[in-house]
DNA sequence: TAGTGGTCTAGACCACGGG
DNA sequence: CCGTGGTCTAGACCACTAT
């Protein structure tokens, strides 16, 4: 399963040992082998099941740590990483307050429909023009006020099954990609701007009369999965009167 | 300089070493010992200069990477990593489309005059209220035309010394510190917001007119030193009638 | 061919967490 | 106390770059 390319004379060109045990671990993880917060075996123990140094072992965990898929406790062990939320890293705060903490967010989901992708929407994804696509609509709400608006793109035959009872509980899309898909989003390229809210999203976020002529933050969202596949195209909108949306930038 | 905490019987906790090694580069680096593009020492000789194995060297040098402040060529050396751009890795991209190489941006000098910190800047830069502060006002134009105005601010007391002229030809401010203060800017803490431009502000950036009544992209920056000290916040408003700001979220 | 970074091993010991 | 992750060493060999 595992072996490295110094071993195998006039071989074709392998992946370090490294990256193999990295991928190994991916597959495992996203069949589900291992669920949210359990606990990987030692490092020990993974080594002598691959037959690799228990550095080798190491060095691939670490990775997978610095991509947010695992975490680790001294003393008690490596585990299983949970989904990354559908807000990432960011958070909201008040503009100016970089200390803040933020207000926990609930997701109501509105509606599921198919259409066709746009044509940016199958360059970023890769797919061809005016590919299938399934439509998510979810409302998110700060201490019950309704704070941005999504709109996810998920390509239809890519996830074919997908069911709008799934969302209902107001469980995010990366949960349901990681569910019902063993898809984990790992990397994402958002574009910010700002934009006045299209008027028939307007009242789902709760504007009316002279707050249509507010600016609202417009962010848009490429994801791509643990292995590379680009999964997904957002579009969100933030209120963004009384609330920043804060990213550390790499 | 550099000692192991296991070597030290009942001697009080220490840096991991490849911790110590890194902030003795950092060190080295900011004291301008190496400038941009120039080679360090191999791994071996750094190793034996500091009495330490070339794997705890490597260790250190792996986080400088990441951080930014190196980069590797294989077969060749490890470098000093270009001062960051007052952009970092972010680009103006057309909306939606991701895949888009970005126009070089240039950069004009406005003014540079004092001020006192307002009640946040102050927070957030862990200052005294009202502590006296550089604003140091920009212009960014991609191919001849405005996309940005930038205000930085920056604790005066901490540069004492900064001169108007050291902005003059275009150069940015971290670019800045670095050059003068030795101070390399690796974490910045942004805020998005959308937002209608101050009107003292909106003929800078060339809008008049209708345009006046565009929203802009405002970023709210606290930028944080390769030693964790706070050392800049900045109000920096994008026009993105026809661009968006690309990030790579974390 | 020499010098650099990149990978891998085997073994040692430290620090933390929990029985 | 044991098992876990965290650090460190010494040595080996591979892969790339330049001379």
């Known amino acids: 399963m595992i072996q490295s390319h110094y ?10 040992l490294y990256v193999q045990i990295k991928q190994f671990l991916l597959r495992r993880i996203a069949e589900g ?19 690799v140094s228990q ?11 610095a991509d947010g898929l695992l975490y680790r406790q001294q003393g008690k062990g490596t585990f299983v990483a949970p989904v990354l939320s559908d807000w990432g890293n960011a958070l909201l705060q008040s503009p100016g307050v970089f200390d803040e903490l933020p207000d926990r967010l609930s997701c109501e989901f509105l509606a599921i429909s198919r259409m066709n ?22 409302l998110w709400r700060g ?25 209902r509980s107001g469980v995010g899309v990366y949960a349901t990609l990681q569910q019902r898909f063993g898809v984990r989003v790992v990397e994402r390229r958002e574009q910010y701007r700002a934009v006045m809210l299209p008027r028939e999203d307007a ?7 002279a707050a249509l002529e507010e600016p609202v933050l417009s962010l848009l969202r490429l994801s ?18 009384d609330l920043a949306l804060l990213q550390k930038a790499g």
């Open 117 to 138: 992708a746009s044509d940016d929407m199958a360059v970023a994804l890769q797919l061809r023009r005016h590919a299938p696509m399934f439509r998510v609509r979810q």
């Open 224 to 241: 791509v999965s643990s292995v590379g596949e680009r999964v997904e195209w957002r579009q969100r909108y933030c209120l963004s009167r």
């Open 203 to 209: 009242n789902l976020l709760g504007l009316s009369g």
């Open 33 to 51: 082998e291992w669920l949210e917060h359990d606990a990987l075996p030692s490092e020990w123990d993974l080594a002598d099941e691959m037959s």
């Open 7 to 16: 071993m195998i004379a006039n071989a074709p060109r392998r992946q370090p």
């Open 143 to 167: 201490q019950g006020r309704p704070v941005a608006l999504d709109e996810a793109y998920l390509p239809a035959e890519r996830f074919d099954g997908m069911e709008a009872r799934w969302f």
């Open 55 to 65: 550095g080798t072992v190491r060095k691939a965990l670490t990775e997978l740590v």
